[in-house]
């Protein structure tokens, strides 16, 4: 599933050396902002020690854990919104991603320049959520425009959108985005086309210095953003972007010394992509044969038809039926032949909800 998640933040937070810890894909990350022109995509794994557990059951010829993609986008600046900088290319980067983590600067270093001269991290999320916000409300001012016309010429579609816009330019007027509107699935699906940013569930990425990682929670800055996304109904995940791109060229027994030196018992990065995961909705199921154990990406509520389908759509179009069996229920059996004895493998139909960490053999015929 191409689902992506977009790197945000004013210049000179740490967005590109997150980027660069991310994909390993060498970001420029400079000290000057606009040095991200043009956006960086990546694709990261998902960590699961599911993963591993599986391939110690069934011992494959390989394995294969499900993808995440991440976009860093260039520096936002106040007046993005009018153009500033390079603030209309930026935004239409943003307008492609499916969920938004905002790097937010906690950290103070006299010898990285901060954009507005100071650091204080919640006017620098006021300065990029209220650009997104100003954004969002040009597109509904475009489109109520040409949708009140029709409405008063009692276009049935028009006249249900309406009331839609008005209650979104409502709350932008108040410097509230699209996602604090309630709006029943009914009315969703007319604005949907739309894509408008501040509708994108949001994530906050405090970026603290390599001396703060270890006792981050007493970092004055962390708390205010706390505080902040608590009332956005948002997460924070703090990382130091820093110590991330140095643990990134390290391999994994090498990076669990690391981590137990700096008394961290996950790193932020597997912290950040696990959260962005979730931030979408998004689960794992699993397939596992002695040719292959893997991971893949599905959509919570998604039946077993359409899980087949990320597979192959043929999958999806002969779909017969699906052995399932719970991660769990398999681990406790030892082996899939066991699980079957102990009756925990399940044939499961159409209408089947597949849950995040179910084992499954589907049965197609095309």
């Known amino acids: 599933m191409a689902l992506t998640a977009g790197i945000v933040g004013l210049p000179n937070v740490g967005k590109s050396t997150l980027f660069n810890a991310i994909t390993k894909a060498g970001a420029e990350a400079a000290n000057y902002p606009f040095c991200t022109i043009d956006p960086n995509v990546g694709i990261v794994e998902v960590p699961d020690e599911r993963l591993q557990k599986l391939t110690e059951l069934v011992v494959p010829k390989k394995t294969v854990p499900t993808a995440f993609e991440f976009t860093d986008i260039a520096g936002i600046v106040e007046g993005a919104s009018k153009g500033e900088g390079l603030g209309n290319k930026f935004l239409s980067h943003i307008r492609e ?33 209220l650009e997104l916000i100003l954004a969002d409300m040009e597109s509904v001012d475009k489109r109520l425009t040409r949708v009140s016309k029709m409405a008063k010429q009692k276009d049935k579609d028009s006249m249900a959108e309406e009331p ?85 060229e390290l391999d994994e027994e090498e990076k669990a010394m690391f981590l137990e030196e700096l008394n961290i018992k996950e790193s932020g990065l597997d912290q950040l992509i696990k959260a962005a995961y979730h931030l979408l909705g998004l689960a794992t199921y699993f397939t596992a044969g002695v040719q ?46 066991a699980a079957k004895e102990a009756g925990k493998v399940r044939l499961e139909g159409k209408e089947y909800v597949v849950q995040d960490g179910d084992v499954m053999l589907f049965r197609f015929n095309v």
């Open 97 to 129: 991603v499916d969920a938004i983590c905002q790097v937010v600067r906690c950290f103070n270093d006299e010898n990285i320049t901060h954009v507005s001269g100071k650091v204080d991290p919640i006017s620098d999320i006021e300065v990029i959520n």
């Open 164 to 248: 839609v816009l008005l209650k979104l330019k409502d709350a932008f007027e108040n410097e509230k985005p699209a996602r604090s509107v309630e709006l029943p699935p009914e009315e969703f699906a007319l604005i949907k086309g739309m894509h408008l940013l501040t509708i994108k569930p949001m994530l906050y990425v405090a970026n603290v210095s390599e001396d703060e990682i270890a006792d981050a929670e007493n970092n004055e800055y962390v708390k205010i953003v706390r505080e902040f996304a608590e009332k956005d109904n948002a997460e924070v995940i703090v990382v130091c972007a820093k110590i991330e791109e140095e643990m990134a």
């Open 292 to 337: 292959e154990v893997r991971a893949w990406t599905f959509r919570k509520g998604m039946k077993a038809p359409q899980c087949a389908g990320v597979i192959h759509t043929d999958f999806e179009r002969g779909f017969i039926r699906a052995e399932t069996v719970s991660y769990d229920a398999l681990v406790e059996a030892g082996s899939m032949a």
